[in-house]
Each structure stands twice: as C-alpha cells, then as structure tokens.
C-alpha cells in the first residue's frame, strides 16, 4: 500500500526491476561513505556523554550505560553489517533500524535526565538531520524514524512531564519542523537523483539507437574505430571474399509496380539478404539500385577458405530467398551473382554521412562476374572456384568477356558435396 502511494507520488517506479536499477545507483554506490559515516557517528554519539553531564551533572552515569553499551555499539554494529556484501543491498533498512534506535535511545536518556527534555530537542534534530542528510534514504524509508522520533520524543516528556507544559510545545514545534524539513529535503534530494536516472535512461537509450545506426552503417570493428577518435580509416586485406547480386528483370518490374510497391519490394528483398549476411559472418557493404554488394574475410580470422565458404553459402541463400519471395508475392523475382576472391583496399569515406566501402581491382572482376552470370546462377571467377571445388561442384563454363577486365575463366557454383 505504502510503495504503491510512493509510486503514485513520483518517490518510486511501478517496475520492480527499474526500481532496483536505480536502488544500486542511488544507494549502493554510496555504500563505502555511508560506512565511514556511520563509524564517525558511532564515535560523535558516544562522544555525547559529556553533552549529558552538562545538563544534568548529577544523574548523567544513570544513562552512560545505555548510551555507551547500547546506543553506540547498534551504530557501530550498522556499519560492521555493511562489511557483508549479502547484506549490502539493505544499507537503506540497517541505517534506519540505527536511526530509529538511536531517536528512541535518545528519548529514554532525555526522560533520565533533570531539565533532559527542556534541552534535548536539539540533539534530537541533530540526529535526525545527520541521519537524513548522511545517508542515501528514500523517503519511503524516512517515514519510520520520523514517526519514532516524534511520538517517543513528545510522549515521553508528556507522560512525564505536565501536558500542558509550555515546553511541549516548544518541543513539539522543533521536532516536528525538522521532521518535516528533513522530509522535504529528503524527497527533494530522491526526486533529483530520479529525474537524473530517467535522463539517463533516455541518454542510454539514444545512444543504442545511435550505434544500431552505425552498426547498420559500419562493420562493428570500423564503428569502434571511429568512437575510439580514428579519423582516417584505410585498410589493405590480401584475400577477401567479395559477391555482387542484381534482381533479374528489374527494369520490367519497375513497369508493372507502383514506386511505393517497387520500394517495398526491394525492402523485403535486401531485408532478409541483410539478415542472412548477418547469420554468416558476411558484411553488407552497399546497395546500388537493384546491385547488392557484400564482403566475407574484412574482419576473419580465419583462411581464405573460410570466408569463401561462408560466401558461397550466402550466395546459396541469396537465390533461396528471391525464389521464396517469387512465390510469396507471385512476381517474377530472380537474381544472378558474381563471386571472386582477392585483395581490396576498405574504409571509410565521408565526415556528413560515413559510408564503408571496398575497392581494387577485385571489386571490379566480381561486379564484372555478377553482370556475366544468368537468371538463378552464381557465376565465379578462377580464384573463387579454386577455393570452393573441394566442397562444392564447380562447373567449368569457359572463357567470358569481362567488361574492362577481357576473357577470363569462369565456373558455375553448384551443390555442396557430400564428405568423403
């Protein structure tokens, strides 16, 4: 009942996991200062003695014993208790339990003490303001101390003293107004450190969506180059895997769909491409139009034979997907590819929008390649299909004219083969 009031009122979030976010936060993270400050209080309480004497020099041993053997050992044990790390998590719960003992304590000594109560209300806003101001409290746990400290204190010296006694109202104004000032600061105090902690979030949150976007933009190595301060980003990879992929018939598709149906369509299409990429280990570089241009090796460990088995896989799934896509939307969607194997120069280019691309000669030989091959076909160069033929059928088909490259050997990638 009480939490759901603190919540209704700001002082508490609705989710429970959220609330033990921000408990960590605003609590533990002061665990070593509250212990400190809890020692220094053990000593200043105990220390105290002499503010007894001075009121009541002839009754203060009737209260060391309870201030010296009691009180103080319960502040000293609160700290001792947060050295546990199990109990670390209730640092809000062990420091009021202190409190709430200590205001009580304090009233018992005031009620031994000749003229205790005339003087006491000071020490008993000392302890409450130190209490609140030291430690790391929620309002919520405020609550306890406030309703001991008022009640013992007034009660007791009611009880004891003439109701009607001038003092108690005095006493009563005192007590009570530091309660409530120590309240307010309180609640002040946990409302800033929440708004901090949803700013927090939102700032957290806008800076996942910040690197999604760059991991969508950007290998994820390039992404934490750039966030680590390098600004000219070029590297030189000896042997990668580079494929090239165009939607068969575009053109004539472009004719029969609308321009938001023909989008869609391309959305679907390099969606579920991007998706595949991204299961095999292959960087998306760009998309041109219809063209999809993806890379395998820029960040493998691994030989060559690895990422040109993961490109040949990709490729495999790129063919799969436009056939699906054929029969889900019944359009005639097809895709021919070109894969070749070599080195390229990749980085980034651009400071307004950032773009990660690949160049060289090999760049060129599989965009070439792409452009050779038909409906369905995924076309390799001579370096590709050295890498492929222990594992899959590679199929000679000759010489072809390369675009700005001339007659080079090309082979047909086929089925897996089965290990022998």
Partial sequence: ????????????????ARERQFVERFVLIHLRTAQVFLVLTGILFGGFFIYDRAVDPLHWRNV???RELVLTPVIFAAAAALLFRPLQPYLETIVVIALTVCLAG???????????????????????FGGAAMFPLRLGYLIPPSVVALASYLGLEAWLHHPQSDILIVNGSLVGTGIIIGALATAGRELAARREFQTDEALEQARARVDDLLHSMLPREI?????????????IHGEVSIAFADLVGFTELSRRLSPSQLVDLLNKVFS????????LGIEKIKTIGDAYMAVGGLSSQGDARDHADQMAQFA???????????RELDLPINVRIGVHVGPVVAGVIGMKKPAFDCWGDAVNMASRLEHASGPGA???SEPA???LKDRYAVEPRGDADLKGIGRSSVFLLGRRLAPA
């Avoid at 009942?1 to 429970?16: C, I, K, T």
């Fill in 1 to 16: 009942m009480l939490r759901q009031a603190l919540v209704r009122l700001g002082f508490g979030f609705a989710d429970e």
């Fill in 378 to 380: 995924i076309l390799l």
């Fill in 64 to 66: 060391l014993v309870l």
């Fill in 223 to 235: 992404v934490t180059r750039i966030q680590a301060g390098e600004t000219t980003i070029a590297d």
């Fill in 106 to 128: 304090f009233a018992v000594i005031c009620a031994n003490l000749d003229h205790g109560f005339r003087y006491g209300a000071g020490g008993m806003l000392l302890i409450y």
């Fill in 272 to 279: 579920r491409f991007d998706a595949a990429a991204s299961r």
């Fill in 385 to 387: 299909a050295a890498r």
């Fill in 316 to 326: 495999f799934a790129m063919r799969d997907i436009t056939a699906d896509l054929s």
